[in-house]
């Protein structure tokens, strides 16, 4: 390519090698080609710069911050992209929290993020801008005069056309994505609903070359699945230090989910189904304990804290009903565990469930079935509503609203003879592998190069050749 890769996001890795996973995967890409990484620096600041600042490593490549005052974290960060675009894209319109502020602050910040970046970016650069912080920022780029190409990749699911009606009539999603050249969704699924949404509105066509007109610009659609770095995964797995060796101590099966504490992953049904299961299992059968690690996520919102107080009673009333001296059946872990140690507790565990009302792709999933030994593997419960369902076919796929069928399917699971787990578990291993990170970004990287050139300059050379 001939410029530079410059890739935005809504954070910006400190370390000098990120380890594992997206960061990982952007890590590696700007490592090789050369660029920018720009993103928010962690603290906060009464009055941010007009200008990006250097942060961190240097070595292979530029990082640079942008700062937010404690009121665009409010209002911004807080506000518009988790208290308003955070429960539309997850189907819970019902949280939404509207403020003229929350939608202030989130084109403030935008606005200005463009100012800085416009200041770095040369005519022949490529920018890659990540997730739903920044939906508004190509139309905020091209105001200020930028015609190179600008590509999005949205990391949650694509909202339904009906949640959108929750949206304030300012945020107005096609004419924002329109001014991409590019928009990569995680599944099949978020492109079908994102074609319906250009479809509801007035002033888009859909273009023979496959790509749809919206205003004066044309936009391309694509799925790109989301993976992760999977040889680094699977030697985790295969590791232990002392520390790891609690995951083979742990004594009977385990069902293990690892999630952030967040009211999409759907964990009050899940708790629901564990002790559903735990009333109709045979007394005889081997004990089965769930493991369930549960980090904190935005804290600051009251949906968020509510779920945690619900979490806590669930944990109390299923322990305290089927729990003895000896046996805690639903361990609860509010904090983030070690990369390392996670990777060989999926390994120990015969059951991962992960059961979403609704996630973009759900890389949990994924980690899951890269950690197990393919000799003696054990079985993913997946919610249909998980990006990762739509490839993950040979998991047992659950309705995650429906306590009975996600007891059933622990029962299911945990009673699968070998050669079945085997079978299932290399299904799911090769669409692991497909969908490695590091080919994920580089699809997306060579997707954007192949991009024809924006339809605003061609009407705008029209518009002077009419004149």
Not at 197 to 219: Q, Y
Not at 421 to 450: G, I
Request: proline residues 5%; contains cysteine; aromatic residues 8%.
């Amino acid at each position: 390519m001939a410029g530079r890769l410059i890739v935005i996001s809504n954070r910006i890795p400190s370390e000098a090698a990120p380890s594992g996973g997206l960061v990982y995967a952007l890590h590696e890409t700007l490592r090789k080609i050369g660029g920018i990484w720009i993103g928010s620096h962690p603290e906060t600041t009464e009055t941010p710069s007009e200008s990006l600042s250097e942060y961190g490593d240097q070595g292979k490549y530029t990082r640079l911050s942008f700062s937010l005052s404690p009121e665009d974290y409010k209002n911004f960060y807080l506000g518009f992209s988790n208290s308003v675009l955070w429960p539309v894209c997850h189907r819970r319109g019902d949280l939404v929290e509207l403020d003229r502020g929350f939608e202030r602050g989130y084109s403030a910040v935008n606005a200005r993020l463009a100012r800085q970046v416009i200041k770095v970016a040369r005519p022949d650069d490529m920018i890659w801008v990540h997730d739903y912080h920044f939906f508004p920022l190509a139309t905020e780029l091209r105001k200020l005069g930028f015609a190179g190409k600008i590509g999005f990749f949205l990391h949650i699911p694509f909202p339904a056309l009906g949640d959108m009606g929750a949206l304030p009539r300012e945020a107005n999603l096609a004419h924002w994505l329109a001014d991409y050249d590019l928009v990569g969704l995680q599944t099949r699924a978020d492109v079908a609903r994102c074609l319906e949404m250009f479809r509801a509105e007035t002033d888009s066509e859909f273009l023979m070359n496959g790509t749809i007109k919206c205003g004066s610009r044309a936009v391309a659609l694509r799925s790109f699945p989301i993976g992760i770095d999977v040889e680094t995964f699977v030697q985790a797995a295969q590791g232990g230090s002392a520390q790891d060796r609690l995951a083979d101590d742990m004594a009977g099966d385990i069902v293990i989910g690892v999630d952030r504490l967040d009211y999409s992953k759907g964990l009050p049904n899940r708790f629901r189904a564990f002790g559903r299961y735990l009333e109709t299992r045979d007394e005889r059968e081997r004990r089965v304990s769930m493991v369930q690690i549960a980090p904190p996520s935005r804290e600051e919102v009251a949906a968020y804290r509510e779920l945690r107080y619900e979490l806590e009673e669930l944990v109390g009333r299923v322990n305290g009903e089927h729990g003895e001296i000896d046996w805690t059946p639903l361990r609860y872990i509010h904090r983030n565990l070690d990369r390392d140690l996670l990777a060989r507790l999926y390994r120990r565990a015969r059951v991962g469930i992960v059961t979403p009302f609704a996630d973009g792709m759900n890389l949990v999933a994924k980690e899951y079935v890269a950690a197990q030994d393919p000799e003696d593997p054990g079985v993913l419960i997946l919610s249909h509503m998980a990006g990762a369902a739509e490839d993950l076919t040979d998991a047992i796929q659950v309705n995650p609203y429906d306590i009975e069928d996600m007891s059933e399917a622990l029962k299911t699971a945990l009673a699968l003879p070998l050669e079945e787990r085997k079978r299932r578990h290399a299904s799911c291993m090769a669409q692991v592998r497909a969908t490695d990170v590091n080919r994920w970004s580089q699809n997306f990287v060579e997707a954007l190069q192949a991009c024809l050139p924006t339809l605003v300059t061609k009407l705008a050379a029209r518009e002077r050749t009419d004149a």
